[in-house]
């Protein structure tokens, strides 16, 4: 289903595809992943009735305030929007990025354009960026090879990067950026057109007036890209070995002086618009201080990397060897409480995989030391909920364990 929406028309089909990608990193996830709207083409209904009922004018709803817990019990916010305008942001970003993302330099790796040999990676799902672990490998792996015994890593990232963004300076930053794009004149006016579009609607969409993108969203670090396109190239420019990923920053340099120099080159780019490095994780470290290197890289542990080569072998024999090891790492994790690390998610990942897949026939006691740490982390660590309702409702649970989680919510002393 094709909907006109003033500059563009939307493809119901084609947007939906992205969104179900974007779904997975949901803070909030609907229960049936918003299969009713997809399946009966009602999302297209919704946008095209709005456009209709508003004159030929899509208005988009406020965007709903909710709180996400982080590391400390902290917490942090989260913009959740209508599906019809997440369609409509999604939409509206597909349209720019082809224009708009060759502007960005190759040392930016976050939410990119495939390129012509990198397509193969998301065949068959039209998945509009690339795919993002693999992106990920790509950023650790040029950092890890410009990194010498002699040289120094400047590892740092951006505090409240989002919430930092000023709608009206990326709104200008696009505009000012439209003469470089490769396009005529015609679709030059026609990205204008989208430009003005899209801003229109982000009043809405925001955390105040004019500042705060929603997060956890692909469209969102597509945009963030663009407005930090100034910052990565003054850095690129003055001869810098620097990286970026999102909000996550590396700069390898000579020596400490040249780190700490580099480091002050970088606060003072950031600081115009309105972005700031987070003191607590910035770190200097030596390129011969292997295990702070592999910290910074987030490297996780040798045990991980084995336990991952064999399920990359993605055959049924190498990765039932890994069965005890996976429980023996997870448990360890556990014991440790590190329940925000790479680890604690790797492992959730493959459990929940054993867990669904019949071919691997686990049998429930394996799950059970792991289930009942699991729900007792419900208590300890908020930050890592989203992943632990991942692993119990996949694995077999027994009524104790629903007693347990009914005891955890009904608490006005633990659910705050």
């Known amino acids: 289903m094709t909907i006109q929406c003033g500059n563009f028309v939307l493809d119901a089909a084609s947007v939906a595809r992205q969104l179900k990608q974007d779904f997975r990193d949901d803070w909030f996830p609907d229960p049936v992943g918003y299969s009713d709207l997809f399946e009966s083409e009602l999302l297209g209904k919704v946008i095209s009735t709005n456009f209709e009922e508003n004159h030929g004018e899509y208005r988009p709803s406020k965007a709903q305030l909710l709180n996400v817990p982080k590391s400390n019990f902290t917490l942090r916010y989260a913009l959740e929007t209508s599906l019809a305008d997440r369609a409509v942001y999604q939409a509206l970003s597909n349209e ?20 012509s040999d990198q397509k193969g990676e998301r065949a068959g799902t039209k998945y509009m960026f690339r795919n993002g672990v693999a992106a990920w490998a790509d ?41 470089e794009i490769r396009a005529s004149g015609e679709e030059k006016a026609a990205i204008r057109g989208k430009i003005d579009q899209l801003f229109k609607y982000m009043t809405e969409w925001c955390f105040q007036e004019d500042r705060g993108l929603p997060q956890n969203r692909d469209a969102s670090s597509f945009l963030a890209n663009i407005y930090m396109r100034e910052v990565d190239t003054r850095m690129i420019n003055e001869g810098y070995v620097y990286f970026r990923y999102m909000d996550d920053i590396k700069i390898v340099c000579e020596s400490r002086t040249a780190a700490r120099k580099a480091l002050k080159e970088l606060v003072l780019t950031l600081r115009p618009i309105g972005q700031f490095v987070n003191s607590g994780k910035t770190k200097i470290v030596s390129g011969s201080d292997y295990e702070q290197i592999r910290e910074c890289l987030a490297a996780g542990s040798v045990e991980m990397k084995r336990i991952a080569t064999a399920w990359n072998t993605k055959s049924l024999k190498p990765i039932s060897r890994t069965f005890i090891p996976l429980r023996t790492l997870m448990l360890k994790t556990l014991e440790a409480e590190a329940f925000d690390t790479r680890e604690f998610r790797f492992c959730i990942g493959r459990l929940e995989t054993l867990a669904r897949c019949k071919e691997f026939k686990v049998p429930a006691d394996y799950f059970r030391p792991i289930t009942e740490r699991i729900i007792n982390g419900l208590d300890i660590a908020p930050v890592a909920t989203d992943q632990m309702t991942r692993y119990l409702r996949s694995v077999p649970l027994k009524a104790d364990d629903f007693n347990a989680l009914e005891r955890h919510v009904e608490d006005p002393e633990k659910t705050i």
């Open 96 to 115: 720019l990025l082809p224009y708009f993302d060759p502007l960005i330099a190759w040392q930016v790796f976050s939410h990119r354009l495939p390129t």
């Open 139 to 179: 950023f650790l792996g040029c950092v890890e090879a410009r990194i010498a015994n002699s040289s120094v890593l400047l590892s740092t990232d951006l505090a409240n990067y989002f919430e930092n963004i000023s709608i009206s300076k990326l709104r200008s930053r696009f505009l000012e950026f439209v003469p």
